[in-house]
């Protein structure tokens, strides 16, 4: 990653949109139906918005309620919706007459916020879904079918100081433009006097906002918004061709990009102390690292974001790195600190006498050359959606770079967004976060029937799962249930024999790479087997072994300089699986029981090494967990029913059941909850223990 000389390259180009409407599928759809067809059509293209971005309305003839007549009714996208995805029940509904009547409390500016509480006192037909703060764009305009969108050419042009001329170059008077107002009842009466002004125009660009359009139905509104995008990328893209991106490439990108990400991500959520851990999200994609390794990089991010939808996920600016120091701690912790304190004075310069307190200070958005962008937030999500709107950002720079120069945010104009106090009255709305959002568990055996619900466990309450197994396929089939379960940006999976150091310490990079790092490690990878000493053969000694004490030796060892870093988040978590057997002598399995007494005594050994590093380390020990186990669908099944002179069907499991002092049977969901709990803040002052889950069995009590 040396530096060097500028490199001239050809910019990377804005994606063109096209129309996908489809006049077979629209013919058979109700007039609210075809504005959710339009809705996702035009959420769904992330040329055309991004994720949460952007509302689209329509005026349509409803009957009302109350007195069986006809009334015009406003349906548009309701508040914190995606239209990608949304459905009917995501449009909130007014009526249109009362809408344009809340004109009447309105005296100027200073009314913005009081006017937002008068929207609930419109809705049409009790409709529960909350109108947003753009509802007066749509209402105010006497248009049937209106668009509002900020996808990432529109943006370039409404962010740059060359925006406003190129609007009148691309559209020759067609689009109006608007200086820069924040969202609201002014900017809606704003726009609405505009237009009334310039007759025959066809849509307005919001200076640093986005673009609104409108039409006469619903398809021409739709292809309306994708033509103007269209003009917008097609200009931007020619005048790209003619200058490197960003002042050219000023550094090289780095071929172990993906290496240093792993190592560098769990160090830096480390440093990122605060009421709750942080989650990683990690990104190389070829508009990030044009960005990152271009000459203008120190420039252009500290200007910050543009749009508002970009700066609510991303904060006021970035955290640049610097390569030459990635491994230097004191440098990091330098930086971070660094950007609190400058965040801090920014709250101090811009706070008004009613704001929110202070909100976490720490970067949301690190950028490090030759490597990447990776954002860190308290759920993968979040994080994930972080990272991508700023990737919306660095095109917007592009683009607006392309034409003149780029205009970020005001800093007084972010803080008022960002601290908004809708917006405050929005976050304290959420509902409160599971226990575990925040923690990264990896689980070994992911596959089988301990592992698939422990990790079940987990996630059910927030945590993110990394699965590990050896078989590929019966991992991928779980983690796929898992994905379509709980989401996919919580669950991930990599084929991993604990027997094989390589395989092992990749696993782990790979969860440092997607999450962040590690807080949870649940060792449950396992075999059994069942032989008399004299038919013992050295290799089935040393398969159960392998896997079984090495096994243990080698994830936990691979996990330690990941947990150890987490003690001033809160420490860390370490769970064996382990068995019965390994503290109750078991005829006939001499391999198998030794093995897991080893892994048992190696889980002591570290809880004395881990405490001063806050890194618990507890085991479970099951026994018979018959249904639902890989280990017991195969020869160990047989080999215990022949031990026990029975056959290996349900006579076994009531065999089992019958042994046991509270007869009953112990399921992998029963393993789980120990697990879990051993994993959690709820066990916080145990370490060093042994939890029996086997219905109970005097011969493994602990003594």
């Known amino acids: ?59 349509l003839i409803e009957t009302d309620p109350l007195t069986g007549g006809e009334v015009d009714v406003l349906w548009v996208k309701g508040s914190g919706g995606d239209i990608g995805s949304m459905k009917l029940d995501g449009f909130a509904t007014l009526y249109q007459d009362k809408l344009l009547g809340l004109e009447a409390h309105y005296s100027g500016p200073q009314d913005d916020d009081r006017m937002v509480g008068f929207l609930p006192h419109c809705t049409f037909n009790l409709n529960a879904r909350a109108a947003s703060i753009d509802t007066p764009l749509h209402s105010l305009l006497p248009f049937a079918h209106v668009d509002h969108v900020h996808p990432d050419a529109i943006i370039a042009l409404a962010a740059s100081s060359g925006g406003e001329a190129a609007t009148r170059e691309i559209w020759n008077g067609r689009i109006g433009w608007l200086e820069w107002k924040r969202p ?3 900017l809606g009466v704003m726009l609405r006097d505009y237009v009334a002004a310039n007759p025959g125009i066809q849509g307005v660009m919001l200076a640093g906002h986005g673009i609104i359009c409108w039409a006469d139905s619903a398809k021409a509104c739709y292809e309306h918004t994708v033509q103007l995008i269209a003009d917008a990328a097609n200009y931007l893209n020619r005048k790209l061709v003619k200058r490197p991106a960003f002042g050219g490439r000023a550094i090289s990108t780095a071929q172990d990009r993906a290496a240093i990400a792993a ?26 690292l044009e960005f990152v390794n271009s000459v203008d990089l120190p420039r252009l991010a500290a200007l910050g974001t543009s749009c508002p939808d970009h700066f609510l996920r991303t904060k006021i600016a970035p955290l640049v790195l610097d390569p030459a120091r990635l491994h230097d701690d004191a440098d990091l912790a330098e930086r971070i600190a660094a950007y609190r ?54 095109n917007v720079m592009r683009g607006a770079e392309a034409i003149g120069n780029y205009i ?47 990790a079940a466990r987990l996630l059910g309450e ?59 490690l649940v060792a449950n990878a396992g075999i059994a087997s069942s032989a008399p000493i004299e038919e013992t053969t050295l290799a089935l000694w040393d398969r159960n072994y392998d896997v079984l004490a090495r096994g243990y030796f080698l994830t936990a060892r691979a996990a330690w300089p990941l947990l150890r870093g987490m003690k001033e988040q809160g420490g860390t978590s370490v769970v064996f699986i382990g068995s019965k057997n390994a ?34 380390v507890n085991v479970v020990n099951p026994d018979a967990v018959i249904r639902g186990s890989r280990i017991w669908d195969g020869d160990w099944r047989r080999e215990r029913a022949g031990t026990h002179g029975i ?26 909850e120990a697990a879990c709990w051993l994993a959690s803040d709820a066990s916080a002052k145990s370490t060093g223990n042994m939890i029996n889950v086997d219905a109970g069995n005097a011969q493994a009590f602990t003594r």
């Open 184 to 186: 609201g009842y002014t």
């Open 647 to 672: 056959d290996p069907g349900a006579e076994l499991e009531e065999h089992y059941r019958q042994r046991s002092l509270l007869k009953r049977d112990v399921l992998p969901e029963d393993i789980a």
């Open 341 to 394: 304190d400058r965040y801090s004075a920014y709250y101090q310069r811009c706070k008004r006498a009613d704001s929110p307190a202070m909100r976490d200070p720490n970067p949301v958005v690190v950028l490090v050359p030759g490597v990447g962008r990776i954002t860190f937030a308290a759920d993968k999500t979040t994080a994930r959606l972080a990272g991508e709107f700023y990737a919306n950002a660095i």
């Open 1 to 59: 990653m040396n530096a060097q000389a500028p490199i001239s390259a050809a910019a990377l180009q804005f994606a063109v949109p096209a129309s996908r409407w489809n006049d077979a599928l629209a013919a058979a759809l109700g007039p609210s139906e075809l504005l959710l067809y339009r809705s996702n059509l035009l959420g769904s293209d992330l040329t055309v918005t991004n994720f949460g971005g952007g509302n689209t309305s329509a005026k």
């Open 408 to 454: 970020a945010l005001d800093e007084q104009e972010a803080f008022d967004i960002e601290y908004w106090l809708l917006e405050e009255a929005k976050l304290q709305r959420m509902p409160a976060p599971r226990p575990m959002v925040g923690r990264i568990a990896l689980v070994t055996g992911g596959a089988g029937g301990i592992g698939a619900a422990t």
């Open 263 to 288: 190592d560098l991500m769990p160090r830096l959520r480390a440093l990122m102390t605060g009421s709750r851990r942080k989650l990683g999200h990690y990104s190389d994609d070829a508009e990030t």
């Open 462 to 520: 927030g945590a993110c799962v990394m699965l590990t197994d050896r078989d590929g396929a019966a991992m991928e089939q779980v983690r796929s249930g898992f994905a379509g379960q709980f989401g996919n940006d919580v669950v991930r999976a990599v084929t991993c024999d604990v027997t094989d150091e390589a395989q092992v310490q990749a696993a782990f990079a790979a969860c440092a790479r997607e999450f962040g790092g590690l807080d949870i």
């Open 583 to 616: 503290v109750a002598a078991a005829a006939g399995a001499s391999a198998y029981a030794s093995a897991k007494a080893a892994a048992n005594h190696l889980a002591r050994c570290l809880a004395l090494e881990g405490a001063p590093h806050g890194i618990r």
